[in-house]
């Protein structure tokens, strides 16, 4: 690396390395990044940092002004809304000043804790972080009389996890951990914990073992191990509680297993044997499977089998496939399940009530919603047998609230919403959603948020978010951070690009493997109808992805820089061919199934027709910031690390590029609430450095 002053940035080394596949040389000067013990590497990131830092200087003071206003916003003690699981309620809070949550539970009568009843402390975030610069915690689960407490914990932020079992009685952790653990389901006799497990290799959650209290983990027992690198398994508790689930999923196919809770040294049934593109989940009630399955269309339906014959060929339909309606998730309960839809883009929560203890179940309405964007979607719902469901919503403008429907009423009643201290007035903003049309003539749903008082029409900075991948539809939930910008005159919108689940499985089809460009040219169109619509100024634009979202940044910025004024790129997926060609590394196998397998040469074509970092050419790029982190276990730190390091080398324009390293977290960043805060306020410095605004009403 050639060293140079903090007024200049640094330059990597070059050190080619070429791949030779398909009749194609991909030539790579900086894959010595990929060597973290390499103090070159370290040396480099570090120097960026600090070219970073320095660039960044001048805008301390709006960086400090933008955390406050932040926190400003924020409750910072508060205490979640209660649940009932058992004779308890468990709930969260926090406490002014500290990183973490403190989880809780207090005992209970069916309606509501007792108002007496001690607190009992389960897990203290910020005394289990003490001693580390990270910490999250993963996967929980509590034994049905309530006294072990299985958890797993992350202290570096490559989302691998270990796993503790605590005695809530006695308040000890016993002796004797497990490392890379995923999911954890307790069985019915309170004393059998099922984990799973995950390779060292790709990553991926591939065996479920068996652990009996009082025994040692060395004497733990496998009991099932997934062999296929397409597929990760999972283990879980229908909601009865009479079943155990073992489910192995890859990206487009299912395959469910399942033992009876209270035999857990039993052997796990199958369900449906794997088929490729049948993706199917379960749950369980009054001795029947219900099966959300894919096997008639792409949008899911619902059918049921019996207990002891849950083959296909036993299937009833229950729910039938729709072509315009997503049935993206079943809650089932005793007297009722509730079909979660998404139809138009929007969520949808619409009841069935059984009509007795048969699988017959008749509508029994929907749930009501009054915003044109919105986010909805089940809450904590523990209990089978009740008469009520719990359900959360937000919009762009509204606050996260909780709310409990009783659904022999149908009506529903505010139990929580999210209190935003610091002035915020909700009838100054407003949110709308238009459509953007495609190239091809599909139109794309595009959501807004603004506030009222500061639009001009064409004169307004514009910022757009974009994913774009996996499936993923693009919530559209309340942040009290998005004030700083909305309150300088800021319009936001969300473009629900295809590739994303915003309109269904064919949506997510629609930009994926060899038409993945379209989620590209998608999010290209969404920009060109707000600025010409008037909703922003064209030389005031800012653009934001992360992960798969940064790939969409990459992909757009080498197509059109000329678009975008500033770049937010978050631990970005640039190096698309390097990456997809190295099977060794976390998660490519698996993501086959969502980009393509570059072995097969129309796959390396396409894919290669857009990888950003394979297609930077020398031409003007707008202001960019890249974010990323050392231990991130999804997008490797070299990826955006090597894309700077080249663009550094043929951009033609003198505007910042900035790459900045978390040397402590992982894939989503710091984890303490108050550094995850200041991390924002670094970013939308930034952005308004770049959109020429500084303080609100300028």
């Known amino acids: 690396m050639k060293m140079t002053e903090l007024s200049t940035p640094p330059l990597a080394r070059k050190q080619p390395t070429e791949t030779r596949i398909h009749g194609v040389v991909l030539r790579d000067d900086y894959a010595w990044l990929r060597d973290r013990e390499n103090p070159q590497v370290t040396e480099y990131l570090e120097a960026e940092n ?29 205490v979640s809304v209660p649940f009932r699981d058992g004779a308890w309620w468990y709930y969260s809070r926090t406490e002014e000043g500290l990183q973490y949550a403190i989880h809780c539970r207090k005992r209970g009568a069916h309606a509501a804790p007792d108002a ?69 389901a307790w069985a019915a006799d309170n004393r059998t914990l099922f984990y799973t497990v ?91 499977w219900f099966i959300r399955t894919n096997d ?31 049935l993206e998730e079943i809650d089932l309960f005793r007297d009722f399940f509730v079909a979660c839809e998404r139809e138009d883009g929007l969520p949808r929560l619409r009841l069935w009530q059984f009509a007795g203890e048969g699988p017959q179940a008749m509508p029994a309405g929907e749930i009501a919603f009054p915003e044109p964007a919105y986010s909805a979607h089940p809450h904590i719902n523990r209990i089978f047998d009740t008469a009520t469901f719990r359900y959360g919503y937000q919009s762009l403008v509204t606050p996260s609230s909780v709310y409990e429907y009783d659904v022999a009423a149908q009506a529903s009643t505010l139990l929580k919403q999210l209190e935003i201290p610091g002035g915020f007035d909700r009838a100054l903003y407003a949110s709308e959603r238009v459509r953007a049309r495609a190239a091809d003539g599909v139109e794309v749903p595009v959501s807004l948020v603004y506030r009222k008082d500061t639009r001009e029409p064409g004169r307004n900075p514009l910022y757009v978010y974009g994913y774009g991948s996996y499936g993923y539809a693009l919530p559209l939930g309340f942040n ?79 197509m059109r820089p000329e678009l975008f004024s500033a770049v937010l790129s978050h631990v970005p997926f640039v190096d698309v061919m390097n990456t997809m060609l190295d099977a060794s590394l976390p998660l490519t196998v698996p993501e086959y199934e969502e980009w393509g397998d570059p072995n097969q040469e129309d796959f390396f074509k396409y894919m290669l027709s857009y990888s950003p970092y394979d297609n930077l050419r020398p031409q003007e790029y707008p202001a960019m910031l890249v974010k990323t982190s050392l231990h991130d276990s999804q997008v490797m730190y070299w990826e955006p690390a090597k894309y700077v390091a080249k663009l550094r080398t043929l951009k033609t324009d003198a505007n910042p590029l900035l ?17 995850y805060l200041k991390e924002i306020a670094v970013d939308y410095a930034f952005l308004l450095r770049e959109l020429v605004v500084v303080s609100p009403g300028t």
């Open 50 to 78: 600090a070219y970073a830092d320095a660039q960044l200087a001048p805008l301390a003071s709006l960086r400090e002004e933008l955390y406050q206003e932040m926190l400003s916003h924020i409750k910072q003690t508060d």
């Open 480 to 558: 009290s951070n998005r004030l700083s910008l909305l309150d300088r005159g800021v319009v936001m919108a969300y473009a629900h690009i295809r590739g994303g689940g915003d309109l269904g499985k064919p949506w997510h089809d629609a930009g994926k493997m060899l038409v993945k460009q379209n989620t590209f040219t998608d999010f290209i169109a969404c920009v060109e109808l707000l600025t010409a619509s008037g909703y922003g100024d064209p030389h005031r634009v800012a653009i934001e992805g992360g992960s798969a979202g940064g790939l969409l940044m990459g992909a757009v910025v080498n």
């Open 659 to 675: 790459l900045v390293t978390n040397l402590q977290a992982g894939h989503g960043g710091a984890s303490g609430r108050y550094d």
């Open 296 to 326: 008639r269309g792409r949008n899911f339906r619902l059918v049921t089998a019996r207990e002891n014959e849950p083959g296909r060929e036993h299937w009833t339909e229950r729910i039938a496939h729709r072509d315009q309606v997503m």
């Open 198 to 288: 995950e390779d060292e290799q790709q990553k991926r959650q591939y065996q479920l073992w068996r652990h009996t209290l009082g025994t040692p983990h060395a004497g733990d027992v496998l009991i099932y191990q997934e062999d296929d690198e397409r597929f990760n398994v999972g283990a879980g508790r229908t909601r009865d509680g009479k079943f155990l689930v073992l489910e192995a999923a890859s990206h487009t196919t299912t395959e469910c297993r399942v033992l009876s809770a209270d035999a857990p040294e039993g052997g796990f049934r199958l369900i449906a044997p794997r088929e490729d593109e049948h993706e199917y989940s379960i749950d369980h009630r009054n001795g029947l």
């Open 116 to 184: 007496d009843a001690p607190e009992e402390v389960l897990l203290d975030g910020n005394m289990l972080a003490e001693r580390f610069p990270f910490f999250a915690i993963g996967g929980t689960d509590i034994s049905d009389n309530g006294r072990w407490l299985a958890y797993s914990t992350d202290t570096r932020g490559f989302r691998q996890y270990t796993l503790h079992i605590k005695d809530l009685e006695s308040g000890e952790t016993l002796p004797g951990e497990v490392e890379r653990v995923g999911t954890l």
